[in-house]
C-alpha cells in the first residue's frame, strides 16, 4: 500500500525553481514581475531563482518593456543553447534520431530504415546515432541533459530497466529482458530515458506543440501500428503497468481479417490490425503498387487510389467507438492525431470521424473534443523522446514534492541520474 508522504522546505524550494522556469518556457518573454504574478510567488522569491537560472544559462534576458512609471523592465526567455537532448525511436523498421536544443528546435536529425533489428544491432546504431548527432552540432557529452529512448508498446519495464514487450513477446525477436538503459548509458555515459513511443509523443506535443496549453488530452498514434498516450491535468498518466492508453489491442469481432497472420505475430482481430502498416503496404504490393515506407501514401492520397481510401474508410469505422469511449471515460479537451502516416491521410480520417461520430452519440453532450493534427508529424516520438530528459529534469510535477519522489533535488541545476522511466 502507498505512503502518504509529506515535503519540506529543500522540495518545496525545487518545486518553485521549476514552476518559475515552466513559465517562462509556457508564456515567455516574460518580466520578473509577470512572473510573480502568474506563480503568486513573492518578488524576491522570483529574483532569487531567475538570478540562479540566469547563471545555470538557462535563461536570457532579453528586450526591455515598458510597465507603468519607472524604468522598463527586463523580459527573460529561455537560452536556446542552455540544454541539449537526444532522441531515438526505434520500430521494427526504422530508428530515428534527432538532437534538440532547449527550445525544441531540432538540431540536428538522422533516419535509418531497418528490418527486426537484433539487440546487439539496434543499440550499437542508437549509440552511433547519438554520437553522430553530437559530433555534428559539436557538443560534447556534458552539454546533453540526456538522451530518450522509445519503443513500440506495450512495454513491460522491469526493477532492473530490462524491456520485454508484454503483448508480443515475437514482435522484437531477441529483445526479452535486454537491459537497454543500461547498455547505453554504459556506452554514452549519459542518462538514459525508456519510454513507449505513443506516451514519449503525448510528452511532446505537451511540452512543444499544440497540447502546451491543453491539460487533458488523448494522442492517437500511428506507427508501424496503432498506440495511444494520455496526458491527464498536464502530466503523462501511464496506468499501473505504463501502458495506459494502447489502444492498438483492443480485441475487435471482424471475421474478414483472414490475411492478418503473414504480417503480425498474433493474428487475433485488434484495433491495430486496421492501421497495420505492413499490412498495407503487402496488400498495396499486392495491386501492382509496390510501397515500403509511409511517405510514399502521401503520393496516392492525391491520386485517390481506391484501395486507400476504403482503408482509412474502414480505419475510422472501427476507430470511432474507441473515441466515444475515451470522450466519455477521460473527458478530454483534445484527441490528437500524430505519428508516421502523412499529414493528408490523418487529416482525412479526422473528417471521417468528425461526420461519423455525432451521430452515435446518445443525448445531449455539453461539449466534446476537438480532433486536432499533432505538431510533430512524422518525428513525433522522436521529438517526444528527446523532451523526456527536459521533462524529468525540469518538470512541476506533483511528485517532485514529495521526500521520495525524486532523489535528485537540485534539478534543473543538472540532469538527473539515469533511470528506467
Not at 537484433?118 to 541533459?145: N, V, Y
Not at 466519455?328 to 491521410?345: C, N, S, T, V
Request: hydrophobic letters at 40%; proline letters at 7%; one cysteine or more.
Amino acid at each position: 500500500m502507498p505512503m502518504l508522504t509529506g515535503t519540506n522546505l529543500k522540495y518545496t524550494k525545487a518545486h518553485n525553481v521549476r514552476t518559475v522556469l515552466e513559465t517562462i518556457r509556457l508564456f515567455g518573454p516574460l518580466s520578473r514581475g509577470d512572473i510573480a504574478q502568474r506563480t503568486e510567488l513573492t518578488a524576491q522569491t522570483v529574483s532569487n531563482i531567475t538570478r540562479q537560472l540566469i547563471q545555470k544559462d538557462l535563461v536570457l534576458e532579453a528586450d526591455r518593456r515598458q510597465e507603468g512609471r519607472g524604468a522598463p523592465a527586463t523580459r527573460l526567455v529561455l537560452n536556446p543553447n542552455g540544454a541539449f537532448s537526444i532522441g531515438l525511436d526505434l520500430d521494427k523498421d526504422h530508428l530515428t534520431g534527432i538532437l534538440v536544443d532547449f527550445t525544441g528546435n531540432v538540431r540536428q536529425h538522422i533516419g535509418h530504415d531497418l528490418h527486426f533489428p537484433s539487440p546487439e544491432e539496434a543499440i550499437d546504431l542508437m549509440a552511433t546515432t547519438a554520437q553522430t548527432l553530437m559530433s555534428r552540432e559539436g557538443l560534447l557529452a556534458d552539454q546533453i541533459w540526456g538522451v530518450g529512448v522509445g519503443f513500440p508498446g506495450p512495454l513491460g519495464v522491469s526493477e532492473g530497466s530490462y524491456v520485454t514487450n508484454v503483448v508480443n513477446p515475437q514482435a522484437f525477436p531477441g529483445w526479452n529482458n535486454i537491459p537497454v538503459v543500461d547498455i547505453l548509458g554504459e556506452r554514452l555515459e549519459l542518462p538514459i530515458y525508456l519510454e513507449n513511443n505513443a506516451t514519449a509523443a503525448a510528452v511532446g506535443e505537451r511540452w512543444y506543440g499544440r497540447g502546451r496549453h491543453i491539460h487533458t488530452f488523448f494522442y492517437m498514434f500511428f506507427g508501424a501500428g496503432l498506440g495511444g498516450g494520455l496526458i491527464v491535468n498536464g502530466h503523462p498518466f501511464e496506468g499501473n503497468t505504463g501502458n495506459a492508453g494502447e489502444l492498438g489491442y483492443f480485441p475487435v469481432n471482424d471475421d474478414t481479417l483472414t490475411d492478418a497472420a503473414d504480417d503480425l505475430i498474433d493474428p487475433r482481430p485488434h484495433l491495430g490490425v486496421y492501421f497495420n502498416l505492413p499490412r498495407l503496404f503487402r496488400q498495396l504490393t499486392e495491386q501492382g503498387i509496390p510501397v515500403d515506407h509511409a511517405d510514399a501514401l502521401a503520393p496516392l492520397f492525391e491520386q485517390q487510389n481506391p484501395f486507400l481510401l476504403d482503408w482509412i474508410d474502414n480505419g475510422a469505422t472501427h476507430l470511432a467507438p474507441l473515441i466515444l469511449a475515451i470522450e466519455y471515460l477521460i473527458d478530454p479537451e483534445a484527441i490528437f492525431f500524430g505519428g508516421r502516416l502523412p499529414d493528408e491521410i490523418l487529416t482525412a480520417l479526422l473528417m471521417r470521424l468528425e461526420e461519423k461520430l455525432p451521430a452515435m452519440r446518445i443525448g445531449d453532450k455539453p461539449a466534446s473534443p476537438q480532433l486536432c493534427i499533432a505538431t510533430a508529424g512524422s518525428d513525433a516520438a522522436a521529438l517526444g523522446v528527446a523532451t523526456l530528459p527536459f521533462y524529468a529534469s525540469l518538470a512541476p510535477t506533483p511528485r517532485r514534492l514529495m521526500k521520495n519522489g525524486d532523489k535528485d533535488t537540485d534539478a534543473p541545476l543538472k540532469p538527473t541520474s539515469r533511470r528506467k522511466r
